[in-house]
């Protein structure tokens, strides 16, 4: 059985940094697209950042510069840098991961971030 297990989420002050794990087991995630998502309260979830099975990184237009992806395929591990955190970032963040035909995909849990200015 497959599990994302998110970690690292909490409360900070708006300036302030976090740093996201999400280990992944259960099997091979080498040909697997990463992804990290967040949902406000009474918002729609939303795309954050993403890790492609090539290398290449994506990011919403909203984190540029300020949040970065990473990824230790040795390891099975996605992380997500996030600096200058400001209240509009508060929500939960949901790590995800997608085979590059889109025929699997997994969620994690999600771990909550608070940011108070």
């Known amino acids: 059985q497959v599990y994302l297990v998110e970690s690292g989420g909490g409360s900070v002050q708006a300036g302030g940094s976090l740093r996201l794990s999400c280990a992944a087991s259960?099997?091979?995630?080498?040909?697997?697209?990463w992804s990290w998502f967040r949902q406000a309260p009474g918002k729609e979830r939303e795309f954050v950042a993403a890790?492609?099975?090539?290398?290449?990184?994506r990011y919403a237009d909203s984190v540029k510069g300020r949040f970065t992806m990473s990824r230790d395929h040795a390891k099975n591990m996605a992380y997500l840098q996030m600096n200058s955190l400001q209240p509009e970032d508060t929500a939960v963040y949901y790590c995800?991961?997608?085979?590059?035909?889109?025929?699997?995909?997994?969620w994690g849990q999600g771990t909550q971030v608070t940011v108070s200015s």
């Open positions: 890790a492609d099975w090539n290398g290449g990184m």
């Open positions: 259960g099997r091979s995630f080498s040909s697997y697209t």
């Open positions: 995800h991961t997608e085979r590059i035909d889109s025929t699997t995909d997994y």
